[in-house]
């Protein structure tokens, strides 16, 4: 069975309603990153960045998979498929794949203030200022935040090394280091990049580009793959 790696970005669940972060009226463009995505924005400001996820929360809770989620859950059919995700909602897990790796964490998690360890489901959309592990610290979004270290790199570079093919979905590869990791690809059987905006990356003449959105794109390649001989 060949090992597909699918590392996708905010643009994969555009279709599905949430906003990116980097398009015109994304996230960034209403928000400063400062303000609600750092450990300061935190410790100067801990409602009002519990806020922002709160609504980012009620937002991804309301949302549905969209056929490009669908199809990559249906390549397991076929291939040993890891998700790499740069996305805090859970779209792939509601769709189906079942091995997924957040590299920036997940929305609908709280993890301790005082011990990374301690993560918790959260119940609906809210996690309100108060609420607190079982040490008695505060619980905040379980979200890597800008400086922070991304603990789960290293497994996702594993999983890069040992992909024969590799599909890059709707990030603008501008977050680092989840962006290097395509650069850890070694893999003989394919090398795709589908984003609207894709843009060829010299170092890398195998990239196959494809400026189409994710589910214009996805379920077409997906059930090509899945009809190979
Ligand atoms: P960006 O907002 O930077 O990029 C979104 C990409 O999605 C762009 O390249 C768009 O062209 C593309 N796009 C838009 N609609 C699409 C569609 N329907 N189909 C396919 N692609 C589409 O988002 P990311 O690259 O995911 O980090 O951002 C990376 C990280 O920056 C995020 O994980 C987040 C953010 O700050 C944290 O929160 C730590």
């Not at 619980?139 to 999983?159: Q, T």
């Amino acid at each position: 069975m060949k090992n597909v790696v699918v590392f996708t970005g905010a643009g994969i669940s555009a279709e599905s309603g949430l906003k990116t972060f980097r398009d015109s009226d994304g996230l960034w463009e209403n928000y400063r990153i400062e303000d609600v995505a750092t450990p300061e924005a935190w410790n100067s400001n801990p409602a009002l960045v519990q806020d922002f996820y709160n609504m980012r929360r009620k937002q991804v809770l309301a949302a549905q998979p969209n056929s490009a989620h669908l199809a990559i859950a249906q390549l397991e059919k076929k291939f040993n498929v890891t998700v790499i995700t740069q996305n805090v909602d859970d779209l792939h897990e509601r769709a189906g794949s079942s091995s997924i790796i957040h590299l920036h964490g997940v929305i609908t998690k709280a993890r301790s203030t005082l011990d990374p360890s301690l993560i918790y489901d959260i119940e609906g959309w809210q996690l309100p200022m108060g609420a607190t592990c079982e040490k008695g610290s505060q619980l905040r979004p379980c979200i890597v935040w800008f400086g922070e270290p991304v603990p789960k790199m290293e497994e996702a570079i594993e999983k890069i090394h040992q992909a024969d093919r590799l599909v890059i979905i709707g990030t603008s590869l501008q977050v680092y280091p989840a962006a290097s990791l395509l650069y850890y690809f070694t893999g003989n059987a394919g090398l795709y990049y589908i984003d609207p905006k894709a843009e060829p990356k010299g170092q890398l003449p195998n990239l196959t580009i494809i400026n189409q959105k994710a589910t214009e794109a996805i379920p077409g390649l997906v059930n090509s793959w899945l009809n190979e001989n």
